[in-house]
């Protein structure tokens, strides 16, 4: 699989960002969504797509829609005008 | 991920303790992995050495002390490649969430092509190694040690390969 596939297949995230801004530690969002804790890791550092049924049900965990926490694209940089 | 039973529980808690020691870490599991195959490979030269050897003392002495090293260097690699994939393989499969059930399922295709490689590699190596009653001489203990090999071969593969394919998990919250 060439580079340019894998940028293409890989589901950008910001449950590092929700997670800091609520004070949710890895393990506690792993609990509650009922995954191994390594999993969250996995997914803050883009390495594990997640399936449609835990991103929803990440969404609901911190109280946003889902296009909130994931997208295609990358998300902007915190401060970027762009 | 709940567990059913003691047993599951003690197993979870097993697999979701941070791992340490030699293992630890991407080098230490690919390390791990190597002596793995090597203990393989000791099995099925133990096959390879009776088929020449046996029946002779000296292909019985042979085969206990490659027995005794395989199983003694297996139990703790095997404690080792458990805790280093976080039981993975050899967790049932509801204590396990989608992410290790992807990797499981991938452990297990690579490992059945492995195998597909190696039965082929047999057939092969049992087609050339002689003349037409090659089968009729074999010894039975070399057919039993070989019988041994594929099957703990077999077992092992899918525990090595997603042992080899793992990538180091991201630091606990608690050591950022």
Redesign the interface.
């Known amino acids: 699989m060439s580079a340019d596939k894998e940028n293409k297949d890989n589901v950008h995230n910001r449950i590092a960002v929700l997670r800091a801004e609520r004070g949710v530690s890895r393990r506690d969002l792993a609990s509650a969504l009922g995954v191994h804790y390594q999993t969250i890791g996995y997914l803050e550092r883009g390495e594990y797509s997640p399936s449609l049924h835990l991103a929803l049900r990440i969404a609901a965990y911190f109280e946003v829609p889902v296009e909130v926490v994931f997208s295609l694209e990358p998300f902007p940089r915190l401060g970027s005008t762009n | 991920?709940e567990p059913r039973n003691k047993r599951e529980a003690q197993l979870l808690e097993l697999t979701?303790r941070r791992p340490g020691g030699w293992y630890a870490g991407r080098a230490g599991r690919r390390r791990a992995v190597v002596l793995g195959a090597a203990l393989l490979a000791l099995l099925w030269a133990n096959a390879a050495v009776s088929w020449k050897l046996a029946p002779s003392d000296a292909a019985m002495y042979t085969c206990f002390a490659i027995l005794a090293v395989v199983v003694a260097a297996g139990v703790v690699l095997w404690r080792a490649l458990t805790i280093g994939t976080?039981g993975t393989v050899g967790l049932p499969q509801h204590l396990?969430?989608?992410?290790?059930r992807e990797d499981r399922l991938w452990a297990h295709a690579a490992a059945h092509r492995l195998t597909l490689l190696l039965l082929f590699a047999v057939y092969l190596g049992t087609f050339m190694a002689g003349s037409d009653d090659v089968i009729e001489k074999v010894p039975s203990a070399a057919v039993v040690l070989a019988g041994l090999a594929l099957l703990a071969t077999v077992a092992m593969l899918p525990t090595l390969a997603v042992a080899w394919r793992l990538?180091d998990?991201?630091?606990?919250?608690?050591d950022e």
């Open positions: 991920m979701q976080r396990l969430d989608e992410r290790q990538t998990p991201p630091e606990d919250d608690e």
